[in-house]
C-alpha cells in the first residue's frame, strides 16, 4: 500500500465516526417515504425502532468520536445552554405556520399520530421516539455540525488542527444552512443552527450544543404529548 493510499484510508476512518451516524439516519428517514401506502400506520413504529437500533450501533463503533465532547462548560455554560434549548423550542413552536415550506425540503413535515396505535404499542412507540429525539439526535447531530463540519470549514486539509469550539462566520453560515436543508422546518430550522454556533463559540463546548438540542427536543416532545401537535414528529 503506498503513502498516498493510507493516507486516504486514514482521512476515511478520520470522518466516518462523525459522518456514518448522520448519513445513516438521514438515509433511513428517506426510505421510511417507501413504506406501503395502508400499511404507514403499523410499519411505521417499526421502521423508526430499527432506525434508532441501527444508528445507535453505528454511533458505539464510532465512539471515537465522543472525545470532542470534551471540554465541558462550566455552570454558567450549561444554564446557557439549556436558556436556548427552551427558546429553540419555542421558535420552532412560534414560527409554525408563517413561513412558507419549500418544496425541495419535502414541503411539511408528516408527523405520526401514534392514538392509531393499541395503549401498550402507543407507550412503546412513544418511548422509542423519545429515546432516539432526546438521547441519540443530539449527539450525533452536534458531533457532525458543530464538532466535524464547523473544523472542516476553516481547514479543509485536516479538521483535527482546529480546536474544539472554533467557531468563523462563514463556517457559522454554512453549517446552519445545512442545518437547515435536512429540516423541512427551514427558517427555525436556520436560526437554531445560528444559536447554536453562537453558543459553540460562547462555550467552546460540543456538550453545550449537545445539552441544549436534547432540551429543545426533549420540551418539544413534551409539548406534542400535551397538545397532541404531531405535526412537529
Not at 94 to 104: A, N, T
Not at 197 to 203: D, I, N
Request: aromatic letters at 12%; proline letters at 7%.
Amino acid at each position: 500500500m503506498s503513502n498516498d493510499t493510507r493516507g486516504e484510508v486514514a482521512s476515511l476512518w478520520t470522518f466516518l465516526p462523525y459522518a456514518s451516524p448522520m448519513l445513516a439516519y438521514v438515509l433511513l428517514t428517506q426510505a421510511e417515504a417507501y413504506i406501503p401506502e395502508g400499511r404507514q400506520e403499523a410499519w411505521y413504529p417499526i421502521a423508526y425502532a430499527i432506525k434508532v437500533a441501527i444508528v445507535l450501533v453505528i454511533m458505539l463503533l464510532g465512539r471515537s468520536a465522543f472525545r470532542d465532547l470534551r471540554p465541558v462548560p462550566g455552570p454558567g455554560g450549561w444554564a446557557l445552554a439549556v436558556g436556548i434549548g427552551l427558546g429553540v423550542t419555542a421558535l420552532w413552536v412560534g414560527l409554525d405556520g408563517i413561513y412558507p415550506p419549500l418544496p425541495f425540503l419535502g414541503g411539511t413535515r408528516e408527523g405520526y399520530d401514534p392514538s392509531v396505535l393499541s395503549p401498550a404499542a402507543r407507550w412503546a412507540f412513544i418511548a422509542v421516539r423519545m429515546v432516539g429525539l432526546v438521547a441519540l439526535v443530539p449527539v450525533f447531530e452536534e458531533l457532525f455540525w458543530r464538532s466535524f463540519l464547523m473544523r472542516v470549514v476553516i481547514d479543509t486539509d485536516d479538521f483535527r488542527r482546529v480546536p474544539i469550539g472554533t467557531v468563523t462566520p462563514l463556517a457559522a453560515a454554512i453549517t446552519s444552512v445545512g442545518f437547515m436543508l435536512v429540516h423541512p422546518e427551514w427558517l427555525p430550522a436556520l436560526l437554531t443552527g445560528l444559536a447554536w454556533a453562537w453558543l459553540l463559540h460562547r462555550t467552546r463546548s460540543v456538550s453545550a450544543c449537545v445539552v441544549s438540542h436534547l432540551v429543545a427536543n426533549l420540551a418539544l416532545g413534551v409539548y406534542v404529548l400535551a397538545t397532541g401537535a404531531y405535526r412537529f414528529w
